[in-house]
């Protein structure tokens, strides 16, 4: 079974401070993806990232970047120079790649709510 | 941009009504997801929809829940008889594989 852990429930910063948020998962599978979603109070789930199994590169976007170490299963998202935009739940999930071919359900981490404040 | 489309965004209903939550899905996906948000609660896998059928199914998806593609556009969750516990955020998702997996805006129901 997979599971996805996101050991910090909140986490509150000053703006331009750097922040990261932790994710760590289980699968016993060899072949999955990895996915960032920001909520923001308004509700709705936002893409941010997905990435395969095979692909260990980090990943950088704008202030956006992403550390992902198969040797410890973790999938860590940073915040660079931190704004009050920034302020939401994020979330980490997980989706087996192969689940009888008829299914690709994605495991949620139960959120970061990160606080930026002016 | 393709988008999911969820009707309504908002829903109240009495306890024990019935309650449909409507998605338009991307056309050319193939895979159909609904899951749910309890308010301040991670987000939890409720059922998947493949080739006209249920591929996966939750525990928390019950004999009261039931989804259907009635018209090959739309994908909907029925909830037969309400209750206080159902209140939540609906989020419909399509993807084309595993990898473009795209969510609607969500319907928040609410039982009163």
């Known amino acids: 079974a997979q599971k996805v852990t996101q050991a910090q429930t909140e986490i509150s910063v000053v703006e331009k401070e750097d922040v990261t948020l932790d994710c760590v998962y289980e699968t016993r599978d060899t072949t999955y993806y990895l996915f960032w979603y920001k909520q923001p109070p308004s509700g709705e789930l936002v893409f941010l990232i997905r990435r395969n199994s095979f692909d260990e590169q980090n990943e950088i976007s704008g202030r956006y970047s992403w550390n992902f170490q198969k040797s410890t299963s973790s999938f860590n998202f940073t915040i660079t120079a931190s704004q009050v935009v920034d302020s939401a739940v994020y979330f980490c999930?997980?989706?087996?790649?192969?689940?009888?071919?008829?299914?690709?359900?994605?495991?949620f981490g139960k959120g970061t709510l990160l606080t930026v404040n002016p | 941009e393709p988008e999911v489309t969820q009707t309504p965004s908002h829903q109240v209903t009495q306890m024990g009504q019935e309650v449909i939550l409507r998605c338009v899905p991307i056309?050319?996906?193939?895979?159909f997801y609904w899951y749910r948000q309890i308010l301040g609660q991670k987000v939890e896998f409720l059922v998947s929809?493949?080739?006209?059928?249920?591929?996966?199914k939750s525990e928390i998806f019950d004999d009261q829940f039931s989804v259907e593609r009635p018209d090959g556009s739309n994908f909907t969750l029925k909830i037969r008889s309400t209750k206080l516990e159902d209140s939540a955020m609906y989020f419909c998702a399509s993807s084309a594989y595993g990898l473009g997996y795209t969510f609607g805006s969500g319907t928040r129901l609410t039982v009163v």
């Open positions: 999930a997980l989706s087996e790649a192969y689940s009888g071919g008829s299914n690709y359900k994605l495991t």
């Open positions: 929809f493949y080739n006209n059928e249920i591929s996966e």
């Open positions: 056309s050319n996906h193939l895979y």
